[in-house]
T-cell receptor, first 113, second 113 residues
Framework: GDSVTQTEGLVTLTEGLPVMLNCTYQ??????LFWYVQHLNEAPKLLLK?????KRPEHQGFHATLHKSSSSFHLQKSSAQLSDSALYYC????????????FGKGTKLSVKS | DPKIIQKPKYLVAVTGSEKILICEQY?????MYWYRQSAKKPLEFMFS???????DNQTASSRFQPQSSKKNHLDLQITALKPDDSATYFC????????????FGEGSRLIVV
């Protein structure tokens, strides 16, 4: 079945340093990949979604590149901000008629001043 | 204004009782989902519905029964509640089930005592 593996646990960074959260996946199909962000006591919200034409999605300074050869979709940002502190989920959707999102276990990012 | 309404936001229930979690979406989407989030299993897929028909069920227990009275409603009935059922239950929706972005409600936090 489909699965997503993320950097597990807590990642602590100092403000201004680059962010990289790892995500690799396994899927029988050629899936869509997503990054969701969840702030404390809020709902998960879409941060990024992979494109089918290999373009690199970007939002709020974050970007991720889908590498099918290595089955990866790592999340990156050049300079962390305090407001980036949140729980980040990588997820995949296999598409087709039953395209539920399969989520990784999440990575908690804590940005300190 | 929230486009996916979940009720109640917080709920304390007694072991063995039965509760219904309500979800309504006003995004015009055709697919709806339930996910569960707990300390043990972050964002675990439970059910997906498309045009009011069950598409996928990853919940082992029959104590969890989704109910769809209208296309934009997907309630979750939980019977014989156990303390292990304590979690935040998120309702989500997407335009259809072909790899689209999921939009999440604010969640219903259930505590079973």
């Amino acid at each position: 079945g489909d699965s997503v593996t993320q950097t597990e646990g807590l990642v602590t960074l100092t403000e201004g340093l680059p962010v990289m959260l790892n995500c690799t996946y396994q899927s029988t199909y050629s899936p869509f990949l997503f990054w969701y962000v969840q702030h404390l006591n809020e709902a998960p919200k879409l941060l990024l979604k992979s494109f089918t034409d290999n373009k690199r999605p970007e939002h709020q300074g974050f970007h991720a590149t889908l590498h099918k050869s290595s089955s990866s979709f790592h999340l990156q940002k050049s300079s962390a901000q305090l407001s980036d502190s949140a729980l980040y989920y990588c997820a995949l959707s296999a598409g087709g008629s039953n395209a539920k999102l399969t989520f990784g276990k999440g990575t908690k990012l804590s940005v300190k001043s | 204004d929230p486009k996916i309404i979940q009720k109640p936001k917080y709920l304390v229930a007694v072991t063995g009782s039965e509760k219904i979690l309500i979800c309504e979406q006003y995004l015009g989407h055709n697919a709806m989902y339930w996910y569960r989030q707990s300390a043990k299993k972050p964002l675990e897929f439970m059910f997906s519905y498309s045009y009011q028909k069950l598409m996928d069920n990853q919940t082992a227990s029959s104590r969890f029964q989704p109910q769809s009275s209208k296309k934009n409603h997907l309630d979750l009935q939980i019977t014989a509640l156990k303390p292990d059922d304590s979690a935040t239950y998120f309702c989500a929706s997407s335009p259809d089930t072909s790899g689209n972005t999921l939009y999440f409600g604010e969640g219903s936090r259930l505590i079973v005592v």
